[in-house]
């Protein structure tokens, strides 16, 4: 049983209150979304929960360990980061056997497979990869250390649609098959809708959001029919964005529905998270 | 007049062709997507284009002028790229600053407006910038550098969906006040797909694409109504994908449309840019 618990976590940078009384728990084998703006505070937290930054004040425990200078506690923790801390000259293939010695259950034959999926050439140099297979390599050691705890950071930063969709695919298949806890935080949220079970939104510094997805998705509805229906039906409320293909339109609206009060013609479906998200986080 | 010429460039590293005999003329004051998978020779063009290296065969010429070595063609390119060529401790101030010395169109007071819209503190170091504000720094300079040539490499990597709205919104007006041929390099196709006029795709090194978007668009069609009525009149046909809200699909079929034989109650719109483009390059 693998549990991971945030208590009250503030972090400061000078005078700049990066995280401000922060907690939070993640259950075992779950998929978290971690979203927030830009600068809103998500690679902090990550680096805190893996020892890479200290905090100012609270702590975090993984299986009720403090995490600092805990190589034990920081082992069942896989943190793919915009950093790089491989050595220079380092292949892909090298890359792994060093990272076998980390984690001892590293899955060396599916991550060849990956590599094949993905036509990473594992001779080559970790630091001659262009954005999206520096991303994509990243992906395949996080998916490959089976470990309880996967920290993914902008996985998919880089990857064209093609390797996006295989990755959302990938990640699936094997939370699946070893389920584990997964943190993805990304800014395509529209597309990681679909994997993310609960969503943490961060709001400059603050945690404003943890719940699951469908909660967030019930503070808004989206409504679909004839372009001037549409608009008719929501010329007194809280039009979030819209959709228009063909005559057809369809209007994210922020708001609870009453369901009776619905014209013929229209049909009321899930909103859309990224403009919900994008209505949270406003300035 | 300002116009750029491709003729027949081919670029080999080592023994492998990275890009091959690929020629095409960039037209001014327009708005071209540069679109291929990961690893398809997208930078290696544009690093071509602006004399980072060398071609192995063929010339890049600009107003009539070969590129290589050339700082005054070079002056009127600016090239908004994945590397980051500051010294490490400047800050975004000074970069500013160094840039108005190398394009002496610089419009300073329109780059410190767009730090306020993003909420880019001018006085923060480039290297301690995170990835999406390192994107946001490099793109202020891109819109404030007045050059007739803009090459947007990866342009929003790392944005939040605010931020990204934004810089879509700005990168228009800003193309609206004074034109200039602007070239955008992206993996999120289906945003930029409203601001390209042209479209280009690479794959595997060879141009395969160089239309306006709406002949490449015709190469596929949208197809919208109830489930049923959709599956049943796409059974026969190459539906690239599909999404639904609700009742309703919105099919995404490859061919060509004979209208003639639309069932009544279905409705043809334009199709998905991002979808037709994961078909034309999947390998």
Redesign the interface.
Known sequence: MSQMEIRSITKKFGDMTALDNISLKLEENKIYGLL????AGK?TLLNLITNRIFPTDGEILVDGENVIENERVLSKIYFMT?NNYYPENMTVKQAFKWSSEFYPDFDSEYAADLCEKF?LNIKQKIKSL????TS?FKMILALACNVPFVLLD?PV?????????LFYKELLINYSEKPKTIVIST???EEAADIIEDVIIIKSGKLIVKEPVENVLSQGY?I?GSVSAVDSFTNDKNVLGADT????K?AYVLGSLIKAGIPDGL???KPDL?KL??HL???
């Not at 927030?36 to 600068?39: D, H, I, Q, T």
């Not at 293909?245 to 057809?248: D, N, P, T, V, W």
């Open positions: 927030g703006r830009n600068g690679t915009e036509s262009s954005t999206g297979y994509i902008e930063l880089g990857l064209d649609a093609n390797h996006r969709d800014h395509l949220i989206a679909t293909i063909g005559g057809l369809c049909e009321v479906t990224q998200f994008i986080t406003n300035r």
